[in-house]
Structures are given as structure tokens and as C-alpha cells.
């Protein structure tokens, strides 16, 4: 059994990384964090100087590096953002909406269904309850 983290994609490094999957991913541990894509240099340059950095989807699933990637990207992009991973077989947590119309999800393979997880609303989402207990009275955190 291998002790290395499960290595983490993120396209689309905005907001809801920055409050929310970012700092999760760094208190979670065998997570790490390895590239992010985001056309905004100044979205990608806050991820961190030692995380791969790509301006476009394609050039980070092309990268092949990553074992898993979250899509949280604007939603009208998540069905074809996680249709590039997926398409790789690469297994992807996929921000809600999947997709901006039910037309989008209906040319998925079967097999595609098994590597996709929806993201759930957060307060529903145990670790980020328990992360938000941890933190010093008065922090925000998403």
C-alpha cells in the first residue's frame, strides 16, 4: 500500500477555491495539491508558487499528473471541464451544477458515472463542519 497523497487537480481557482477547497485541501491529510488551471493569471499565481499552473483545462489534463481532479470552474463549464478528465480516466469531484442543462450528462458513458462525485452543499459536509470547529474564534472560513 502506498503512502504517497492522492495527487489533486483543481480547474477553476477563483472564490470558491480559494475560501473553500484550498485551505480543505491543505488540512486534509494524503490530499496534495498539485496544479490548478484558471485563465486568470492572478487566480492561478494565489494557488501557490510550488503548484503547477495552467491557464487552460486541456493543458492540465494533457499534464497527466494528477490522480484526481475538482471541477470548480463556472458552472455553464463543468459537464465539458469534467467530460476532458473524465475522458482520460481521470476521476473528478464535480462542483454543482454539473451541468447547465440535463442534455449535457446524457452523451456520458456509463462507465464515466463511476468516476464522478457531485460536490454536496457545505453545510451538509462533515469535514468542513470539523474544519470550521478548528478555527480560531472570530476566522471565517468560506
Do not use: N
Amino acid at each position: 500500500m502506498s503512502s504517497r497523497p492522492l495527487q489533486v487537480g483543481v480547474i477553476g481557482a477563483g472564490r470558491v477555491f480559494q475560501r473553500l477547497y484550498g485551505p480543505a485541501i491543505d488540512r486534509i491529510p494524503g490530499l496534495q495539491l498539485v496544479a490548478v488551471a484558471d485563465p486568470a493569471s492572478d487566480a492561478r499565481e494565489r494557488a501557490g508558487a510550488s503548484i503547477a499552473s495552467y491557464a487552460s483545462s486541456d493543458d492540465l489534463i494533457q499534464a497527466r499528473f494528477c490522480d484526481a481532479v475538482i471541477v470548480l470552474s463556472p458552472g455553464q463549464m463543468h459537464a465539458a471541464h469534467a467530460k476532458l478528465a473524465l475522458a482520460e480516466g481521470i476521476p473528478v469531484l464535480l462542483e454543482k451544477p454539473s451541468a447547465a442543462t440535463p442534455v449535457e450528462l446524457e452523451d456520458w458513458p456509463a462507465a464515466w458515472r463511476q468516476l464522478v462525485s457531485p460536490a454536496r452543499p457545505r453545510r451538509y459536509w462533515p469535514r468542513y463542519l470539523a474544519l470550521r470547529r478548528d478555527l480560531p474564534k472570530g476566522a471565517t472560513f468560506g
